[in-house]
């Protein structure tokens, strides 16, 4: 048989056990990006008694998160390029569950916050690289479904998470540990939002790196003992595939140093005609996370404003009680603020959102299947 690239080889090995392990280990790999990502809601509501919370630290501590995996991102891609999916993957899981059990342990918010940052920080490439991950172990017919189905670990995040809230949080369980310090139910569900991430970790440790990686950094010899595992684990014969890659040699062109290519990189980004493209996938990508996890992170925090179901959710968001002012000023006086309020009894409706979620996805799976179906020319 003719040398031939990755695609060819993983078409020629065929889809079976090998790639379902991959599914597996991505699906609780994005998973767990998502149910970290959704407990910035939980805990601004949850600690608001605790550590006497004003609207601007609230505000601190919910954009926390986020702001550690906007900063990460600049690079994340570029670490991956040079060292590969799966070692930063799986330092970047290191590195989230670890500060994420340490911030569970916080006694003040701004230490709470800080370890917030530094776990968004890691989180960035456990929420962007798994796609990429999971595509590179998948012949290009197989991607685009494969992707949509795994997707589905989004969904089924918005549902553990309150599910996980229901079970720990009307019990109101407490571990006292000295006068002024215990440990409340928000810090035990922020350990078992986690576990979707301890089982990634041991998962992306019994997986090989990617081929298509490997290739790219000229290393035949390691992407070929990738494929064999695929082939292993799809109870196949190696010897009866016969297959020999070829040699990429159109790799990207060192510029010096990191920094360099990432300015080089990001210099290429703004130029045309990439430039145009590179901004309507921004307000794409941006359109579809403001309305999908932006939405899921604080829906539980907004259905949990009002429980009499006379309001709609544009009033209780633009009177919104999480976020307004402790002290408003009525005829010159200062008007007492309303009683602190840490608990959330609505967790039902996240859940119908997460079904609902899932739903879509479904949807979209379908309409990816179809457009494989029917648009050949363009795959």
Request: aromatic fraction near 14%.
């Amino acid at each position: 048989m003719p040398a031939v690239d990755v695609d060819t080889a993983l078409l020629t090995i065929g889809y079976g056990g090998g790639q379902v392990i991959i599914f597996v280990v991505s699906f609780f790999v994005y998973m767990y990006s998502v149910t970290e990502s959704m407990s910035a809601g939980y805990l601004v509501v949850l600690t608001s008694c605790e550590f006497d919370t004003s609207p601007n630290e609230r505000t601190l501590l919910a954009n926390s998160l986020l702001g550690g995996m906007v900063a990460s991102g600049l690079f994340i891609g570029f670490l991956a390029d040079r060292y590969g999916r799966k070692f930063v993957i799986r330092l970047a899981l290191v590195g989230a569950l670890c500060f994420s059990m340490l911030s569970a342990f916080m006694p003040e918010l701004y230490s709470l916050s800080v370890a917030r940052v530094i776990v968004g920080t890691f989180l960035s490439a456990v929420a962007s690289l798994q796609v990429g991950f999971l595509a590179e172990f998948h012949a290009v017919k197989w991607r685009p479904i494969t992707v949509a189905i795994c997707s589905q670990s989004q969904g089924l995040a918005l549902i553990y998470c309150p599910l996980v809230a229901m079970a720990i949080l009307p019990y109101k369980f407490h571990v006292d540990l000295s006068s002024n310090y215990d440990l409340r139910g928000w810090r035990f569900l922020m350990m078992l939002f986690m576990i979707p991430g301890w089982l990634a970790l041991v998962g992306i440790c019994l997986v090989p790196e990617t081929p298509h990686f490997l290739m790219s950094v000229n290393r035949p010899d390691k992407a070929l003992l990738a494929l064999q595992w695929i082939c292993r684990m799809n109870r196949k014969k190696w010897e009866d595939m016969d297959i020999t890659l070829s040699v990429d040699n159109s790799g990207a062109v060192d510029h010096g140093g990191f920094w360099k290519n990432v300015g080089y990189e990001y210099k290429l980004l703004f130029t045309k005609p990439e430039v145009f493209k590179f901004f309507i996938c921004l307000m794409l990508i941006f359109g579809i996370f403001f309305t999908s996890i932006g939405l899921g992170i604080w829906f539980p925090v907004i259905r949990n404003m009002d429980n009499s179901g006379s309001n709609r959710l544009c009033d209780l968001v633009n009177n919104n009680p999480t976020f307004k002012h402790d002290h408003e000023v009525i005829n010159g006086t200062k008007k007492e603020a309303s009683p602190c309020n840490d608990e959330m009894t609505n967790l039902i409706d996240p859940v119908y959102y997460g079904l609902t979620y899932i739903g879509c996805f479904i949807l979209a799976s379908l309409l990816v299947q179809f457009m494989l179906r029917n648009s050949r020319p363009w795959c």
